[in-house]
């Protein structure tokens, strides 16, 4: 699953736990590898923000996560 689809589950009301299940990892891991890659909650919008480089914001939503939760191990 890409970067960018968790994202947009999340901000559509999908909860950390279902995606993790979803992709066989923890919600605390995924919750901190997405804050390693610029993704942050932001209270007031409700909804997961990204607070990196705008200029690596569509690159970083076309990376598999799988690829990425190998390097978490």
Known sequence: MLIGEIVQKLNNGAAYEEIASSIKSNEDILRNDLKKFG???????RKLVFTGYESEYENTLRICYSDISKLSK
Do not use: L, Q
């Not at 993704?39 to 919008?45: I, L, Q, S, V």
């Open 39 to 45: 993704f942050h909650y932001d209270n007031n919008e």
